[in-house]
């Protein structure tokens, strides 16, 4: 499988050249060269696989010319095997037609486990072959630094140091991160701000010898291989509900646009998909897209689901692409517009494509605290608040009834992560599940480190030290 940029500019690259290279030269996204497509029998042929076997055929077209398929399958199995539920991602039925897809059983109980501890996996096989290693560097607020941490605990060929905003995380996301005592990862809590964090993060690889030096490298969300991760449990849970035979829709409480993205990746390969519904909070720029083609910017403002406190969707550039009939030149023009003037000008024809697939909703925090609520008292369920937005988004759409299509709305977070939202809709703290209880007396290791740019990179050298040694 070949890859080009949405720009059209960077060179054409194998999986294993995207999966290493993250953004392409020329600003843009990578995408298949070809949509890789499945006829429903081969579809059905994929009925009752386990979840790690059926997540493997469903990626094999991807990773074709780099990775065997038997070695692909060894890294899904493995990726999985860790995770607290036996179905990986287990359907749930919530009412006649509506279901939930529960992608938060992995390490750190958030959906990017589900293509994060692939992803990891990946990048040392690719890396054995080419018998190189890399350091990845990162800044979080809290929860993707601990995905990326359970992701490159222990690989081979991968080093690891995540910055925080010391002082300012959560005790369970600090924790989540500082008790991974693996000797390739690297836990530094600087003295500032999240901004802070991401400001000596973009130093680093601009400091082009210490960046070839370390082989930096990043795991960020614009990187194809998570979007190939995530296609597969869309396909098992539409599968489960009678596709091919069957038409189901999708409800994905979304940020950066990477999760629903993957559900339109499965529809384009032929899984028969109605619809996609996109759920917003507050920050609701692709809700107004979706409704009246205005993206334009506004300044994001904190709310119940902070994974989807976001105004620009990096990934929704892929989508933009195909909506522009794949002219880099114009996906090009068109995102530098929208960098320079906060308003992207779709045309008509593509915005009217886009609408006849994608339905957006949002959501504010009463509203979202209201859903959590009503769900516990309708069928005692606990959905947290990135999940409620979803699953109010997908009530809003069978609403409108289209009989018939069931919907899948995705669980992105276990409430347990988001405890003071949960109490403040139900009045209940739920626990942490078994494998984590003993989070708080585990030992922890980080180094603080003042906002120094020389002083950090100091402490990434010795990390990659520690394990190359
Ligand atoms: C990252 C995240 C999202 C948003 O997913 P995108 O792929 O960025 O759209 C939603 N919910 C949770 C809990 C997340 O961690």
Same mark, same amino acid.
């Given at each position: 499988m070949r890859y080009v940029s949405t720009r059209g500019l960077a060179p054409v690259r194998d999986f294993a050249g995207v999966l290493l290279a993250g953004l392409a030269e020329d600003g843009g996204l990578y995408v298949p060269e070809t949509w890789p497509s499945l006829a429903p029998a081969e579809w059905r042929a994929l009925r009752g696989l386990p979840y790690a076997d059926l997540a493997a055929r469903v990626m094999a077209p991807f990773t074709e010319g780099s990775l065997a398929p038997e070695a692909l399958q060894g890294i899904c199995r493995e990726a999985y095997a860790g995770f607290g539920h036996p179905a990986v991602a287990p359907l749930v039925q919530l009412e006649h037609d509506l279901f939930l897809c529960e992608l938060f059983h992995g390490p750190t109980l958030a959906f990017k486990d589900m293509a994060m501890q692939v992803l990891g996996r990946l990048f040392d096989a690719v890396l054995t072959a080419q018998d190189r290693r890399v350091t990845i560097v990162g800044a979080t607020s809290g929860d993707t630094g601990s995905a990326a941490i359970e992701a490159c605990r222990d690989r081979a060929r991968v080093d690891i140091v995540i910055l925080h905003p010391e002082g300012r995380t959560s005790e369970v996301q600090r924790r989540q991160m500082t008790t991974v005592l693996s000797p390739n990862v690297g836990n530094l809590a600087v003295a500032g701000t999240f901004d802070d964090c991401q400001d000596l993060v973009k130093a680093m690889f601009a400091d082009v010898p210490f960046r070839a030096e370390m082989g930096l490298s990043a795991v960020n969300s614009i990187n194809w291989a998570r979007i190939a991760a995530q296609i597969p449990y869309y396909v098992a849970s539409a599968l489960a509900l009678g596709a091919p035979d069957r038409e189901v829709a999708f409800a994905v409480p979304t940020g950066n646009f990477g999760n629903v993205l993957a559900a339109w990746a499965a529809r384009r390969m032929g899984l028969p998909v109605r619809a996609l519904i996109v759920g917003s909070n507050r920050n609701d720029i692709l809700a107004r897209f979706l409704a009246a083609n205005d993206m334009s910017v506004r300044a994001v403002a904190p709310s119940l689901s902070p994974s989807m406190d976001i105004q620009v969707s990096s990934n929704f550039e892929r989508l933009l692409f195909e909506l522009l009939g794949r002219d880099g030149a114009?996906?090009?023009?068109?995102?530098?517009?929208?960098?320079?003037?906060?308003?992207?000008?779709? !045309?008509?024809?593509?915005?009217?494509?886009?609408?006849?697939?994608?339905?957006?909703?949002?959501?504010?925090?009463?509203?979202?605290?209201?859903?959590?609520?009503?769900?516990?008292?309708?069928?005692?369920?606990?959905?947290?608040?990135?999940?409620?937005?979803?699953?109010?988004?997908?009530?809003?759409?069978?609403?409108?009834?289209?009989?018939?299509? !069931?919907?899948?709305?995705?669980?992105?977070?276990? !409430?347990?992560?988001?405890?003071?939202?949960?109490?403040?809709?139900?009045?209940?703290?739920?626990?942490? !599940?078994?494998?984590?209880?003993d989070l708080y007396e585990r030992p922890e290791r980080y180094r603080s480190v003042p906002r120094d740019l020389a002083a950090v990179e100091q402490l990434v050298r010795a990390t990659a030290r520690r394990n190359a040694g």
């Amino acid at each position: 499988m070949r890859y080009v940029s949405t720009r059209g500019l960077a060179p054409v690259r194998d999986f294993a050249g995207v999966l290493l290279a993250g953004l392409a030269e020329d600003g843009g996204l990578y995408v298949p060269e070809t949509w890789p497509s499945l006829a429903p029998a081969e579809w059905r042929a994929l009925r009752g696989l386990p979840y790690a076997d059926l997540a493997a055929r469903v990626m094999a077209p991807f990773t074709e010319g780099s990775l065997a398929p038997e070695a692909l399958q060894g890294i899904c199995r493995e990726a999985y095997a860790g995770f607290g539920h036996p179905a990986v991602a287990p359907l749930v039925q919530l009412e006649h037609d509506l279901f939930l897809c529960e992608l938060f059983h992995g390490p750190t109980l958030a959906f990017k486990d589900m293509a994060m501890q692939v992803l990891g996996r990946l990048f040392d096989a690719v890396l054995t072959a080419q018998d190189r290693r890399v350091t990845i560097v990162g800044a979080t607020s809290g929860d993707t630094g601990s995905a990326a941490i359970e992701a490159c605990r222990d690989r081979a060929r991968v080093d690891i140091v995540i910055l925080h905003p010391e002082g300012r995380t959560s005790e369970v996301q600090r924790r989540q991160m500082t008790t991974v005592l693996s000797p390739n990862v690297g836990n530094l809590a600087v003295a500032g701000t999240f901004d802070d964090c991401q400001d000596l993060v973009k130093a680093m690889f601009a400091d082009v010898p210490f960046r070839a030096e370390m082989g930096l490298s990043a795991v960020n969300s614009i990187n194809w291989a998570r979007i190939a991760a995530q296609i597969p449990y869309y396909v098992a849970s539409a599968l489960a509900l009678g596709a091919p035979d069957r038409e189901v829709a999708f409800a994905v409480p979304t940020g950066n646009f990477g999760n629903v993205l993957a559900a339109w990746a499965a529809r384009r390969m032929g899984l028969p998909v109605r619809a996609l519904i996109v759920g917003s909070n507050r920050n609701d720029i692709l809700a107004r897209f979706l409704a009246a083609n205005d993206m334009s910017v506004r300044a994001v403002a904190p709310s119940l689901s902070p994974s989807m406190d976001i105004q620009v969707s990096s990934n929704f550039e892929r989508l933009l692409f195909e909506l522009l009939g794949r002219d880099g030149a114009l996906t090009d023009a068109t995102m530098k517009g929208f960098r320079a003037g906060g308003r992207m000008e779709v !045309p008509a024809a593509a915005w009217r494509e886009a609408t006849a697939l994608f339905s957006g909703f949002s959501l504010d925090d009463d509203g979202t605290l209201a859903e959590i609520r009503r769900l516990h008292d309708a069928c005692g369920y606990l959905a947290d608040p990135h999940s409620a937005v979803g699953i109010a988004a997908a009530r809003a759409w069978l609403g409108r009834a289209r009989e018939g299509v !069931p919907v899948v709305a995705m669980a992105t977070a276990h !409430p347990a992560k988001f405890p003071d939202a949960i109490a403040a809709a139900v009045g209940l703290r739920p626990a942490l !599940p078994a494998r984590l209880a003993d989070l708080y007396e585990r030992p922890e290791r980080y180094r603080s480190v003042p906002r120094d740019l020389a002083a950090v990179e100091q402490l990434v050298r010795a990390t990659a030290r520690r394990n190359a040694g």
